[in-house]
Each structure stands twice: as C-alpha cells, then as structure tokens.
C-alpha cells in the first residue's frame, strides 16, 4: 500500500545537496549530466563534485539518487581499469601476435593493377612518386590503375609479417602490460531526471517547504513526510501532518499532488479516502496542482476532503491558508 521509494525519495527532496543539484536541472541549466574526462582522475562530474565535495562522494550521491529512482542513467562509456593500481588511464597496444611486442609497422599493401605485382607501400615509393619495382610504371590513380589491398604489418623485434595484430593493454601509470581478460571495465554513465521526479520535486520542496514553515508558524507540530498508524494496524504516508500541541491533538493531513497535464483527476482523491478512512484525522486537504476535475471535487466533497486548487507556490499557500483560517476551529 505503501510506496517506499516515494518516501526515500521524499526524504532525498529535503536534503540540501539534493536540492541545489536537482535546482540545476529545473532551471534548464543541465538536461543531461555528462561526465568530464581528465587523465588522472578518469571520467568524473565537476557539477556534483562542487556540491558534494570530491570526486568519490560525487559518485556515491550519483548512484543513491539513480537507486531511489529520482536520475536515469544511460551507459556513456566503458573503461579499462588497471589491475594492479586502479588507474583509468590505460591505452590500447597493438601487438605482434608471435612475440607479443607493440613495436610493430602498420602499412598499406598496394597492387599494381596491370602487371599484378602487390608489396607495402613503401617500396613502390621512389622520390614522391609510386613507381612499380617490377615494371617499373608510374601508378598515378587509385583506384585506376593501383589499389589498396589491406594492411600489413612487421614486427620490428621479431622480425615476422602478418595482418591482423592482437591488442594488449598498457597502464599509463605504472606501466604494467595487460590482457583484457585481467582488466577491470567500468561502465560509465550519464545522467537525466526523471520525468516523475521532475513533478515530485517541484511538490517535494519548492511546495512543502514553506507549507511546513506556514504550519510551524501556526503553532503546530510538522512532519514531512509523516507515517500515521491506521486501525487495520497498517503505517499510511503522508505528504505533510500537522498536530495540534496540548494533550488533545487534532491531527490535520495533507497530500499534495499534481499533474502535467491541465486538471488532476479523482485517483488521489481515492488514494487519500482510503488512507484517512483508516487513520480517521481531524481534517484531511489535498492540495491539487493546477486544478481538480469535477467529479474529483464532488468525490472529495463526499469524503470530507478539503480540496486545495494552486497553480503554483503561491496560489497554493494563499488557498491553503484561507482554508484553514476558515477551519481554524478544527486545528
Ligand atoms: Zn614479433
Ligand atoms: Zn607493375
Ligand atoms: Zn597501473
């Protein structure tokens, strides 16, 4: 009944750190985190590096928030990592597959068309031109009268011709040759927000906070979100639950909750009828973002829900407000 990861979430919303990261992406300032690549620390996230610190808390904060399902991830790049020191900075050798050296000749293999003679580039090479070493004519067009017929290579250690090298890898910092098979491979990612996360966070905080300041000034005890206990025995989250001090509490709750679209239909109307006909509150609000559909309305009428109509911030708390002034007897 609960949703768990909403209520992580929820939790993440009034951390600090997430805010001002996730303000970057509400503020269209980035839509996709890419990260940076710098040899010594490998491919890394400056953005979330100023926020969180370094580079391991950067990635510690990244994949906490892709785990409470607030940033998807797209695969950006895979890194050979070395085995022996960690090091990100690694580069690809191409080696002689006889002795395994990397010091190897790359050249092109041409065939004189009209005679049918096929060496490396080289030795057609004489001053500028290509000249055939065995009939001695001018090749003067590719794909005319000469063509590339592959590549060939020569081991400079051993001395042996072939085509196809194998690879081999090479730790730029401690120097180790390895195989792939001893590699580490990272997978590195960017990131975006969530569709969801985007409404979420927009009611999370930029709504809840000052709704939570306006309550508090009101002289009530605020959490957020909170967990009641029903009768059936089970815990129901609430976005925000306000309680009166004294020993009598009047408890009031209140759901927010929105839609991209231009009305918000009666589903949490439902959602939130099925809750306070367990927990039985004083008064129960559920704040609709841009507006209710009719028959949400006439639900809610029906279920003693007071229903908060806002287009934005402000629109909400001032209808909020007034509703409750106007109730101010049942707080
Ligand atoms: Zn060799
Ligand atoms: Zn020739
Ligand atoms: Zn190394």
């Not at 951390?15 to 890394?44: A, C």
């Not at 098979?181 to 990131?191: G, L, Q």
């Not at 569709?195 to 966070?201: G, Y």
Request: charged share 30%; hydrophobic share 35%; glycine share 6%.
């Amino acid at each position: 009944m609960l949703m768990s990861g909403k209520a992580g979430r929820l939790e993440l919303y009034k951390d600090r750190n997430t805010q001002v990261f996730l303000s970057k992406f509400l503020n269209s300032e980035i839509s996709e985190l890419q990260p940076v690549y710098d040899s010594k620390l490998g491919h890394h996230y400056p953005t979330v590096e100023a926020i969180v610190g370094d580079a391991s808390s950067a990635e510690k904060f990244l994949k906490k928030l892709h785990e409470a399902g607030l940033l998807e991830r797209k695969l950006f790049d895979k890194i050979v990592i070395c085995p022996k020191c960690d090091s990100p900075s690694t580069s690809f050798h191409y080696c002689c597959p006889y002795c395994r050296s990397f010091n190897i000749q790359k050249s092109s293999l041409i065939e004189h068309v009209k005679c049918g003679y096929m060496d490396v580039e080289e030795n057609f090479r004489k001053g500028g031109k290509l000249i055939c070493p065995k009939c001695h004519d001018e090749l003067r067009k590719l794909d005319v009268d000469h063509r590339k017929a592959g590549i060939w290579c020569n081991c400079k250690d051993c001395g042996k011709s072939f085509d196809i090298p194998v690879t081999g890898l090479f730790c730029r910092d401690c120097h180790l040759n390895f195989t792939f098979e001893e590699a580490a491979v990272k997978d590195i990612y960017s990131y975006s927000l969530r569709e969801e996360a985007k409404q979420e966070a927009a009611l999370g905080w930029i709504l809840i906070a000052p709704i939570k300041d306006f309550l508090i000034e009101s002289g009530l005890e605020v959490e957020s979100p909170a967990f009641l206990k029903g009768k059936s025995g089970a815990n129901h989250m609430f976005d925000i639950v306000a309680k009166s001090r004294g020993t009598h509490k009047r408890v009031s709750v209140i759901d927010l909750t929105s839609s991209s679209e231009d009305m918000v239909y009666e589903q949490p109307v439902i959602a939130l009828f099925a809750k306070i006909f367990d927990v039985s509150p004083d008064s129960a609000y559920l704040i609709a973002i841009p507006r209710m559909s009719d028959n949400g309305k006439k639900m809610a009428d029906l279920y003693n829900i007071q229903v908060v109509e806002a287009k934005n911030q402000r629109e909400a708390l001032k209808a909020l407000k007034e509703k409750m002034n106007r109730r101010s007897s049942a707080l």
